[in-house]
């Protein structure tokens, strides 16, 4: 079994900042592609917010440029979202994603985390 697991939420004034941290982990883990972060608001669909492949190629929600940043640490089987210049409309809970990681004993799929909230205040 693999689990990802975030921290890092919580409640912050608009204009501030918050780093998001997401560890993968499991038994001999030897392989993580694509990892990304989501959001997802009350009575609306998962959104993605960034995403970034094991060669470090990232993609950005046009809500987020500029403002975000996501980085991964491939040693650590890590990712970060470091969210600047927040605004009300970021309140959400996100969620870490793997497209696929691959261990010693299986191949896990579309692999998600429970989520953690952050409130930006006005």
């Known amino acids: 079994q693999v689990q990802l697991v975030e921290s890092g939420g919580g409640l912050v004034q608009a204009g501030g900042s918050l780093r998001l941290s997401c560890a993968a982990s499991?038994?001999?883990?030897?392989?993580?592609?694509?990892m990304g972060w989501y959001r997802q608001t009350p009575g609306k669909q998962r959104e993605m917010v960034a995403t970034?492949?094991?060669?470090?190629?990232?993609i950005y929600a046009d809500f987020v440029k500029g403002r975000f940043t996501i980085s991964r640490d491939k040693a650590k089987n890590m990712v970060y979202l470091q969210m600047n210049n927040l605004k009300p409309e970021d309140t959400a809970v996100y969620y870490c994603?793997?497209?696929?990681?691959?261990?010693?004993?299986?191949?896990?799929?579309?692999?998600w985390g429970q989520g953690t909230l952050v409130t930006v205040s006005s």
């Open positions: 994603n793997a497209d696929r990681i691959l261990t010693t004993v299986g191949d896990y799929s579309e692999v």
């Open positions: 499991g038994r001999n883990i030897f392989s993580i592609s694509t």
């Open positions: 970034i492949t094991s060669r470090g190629y990232t």
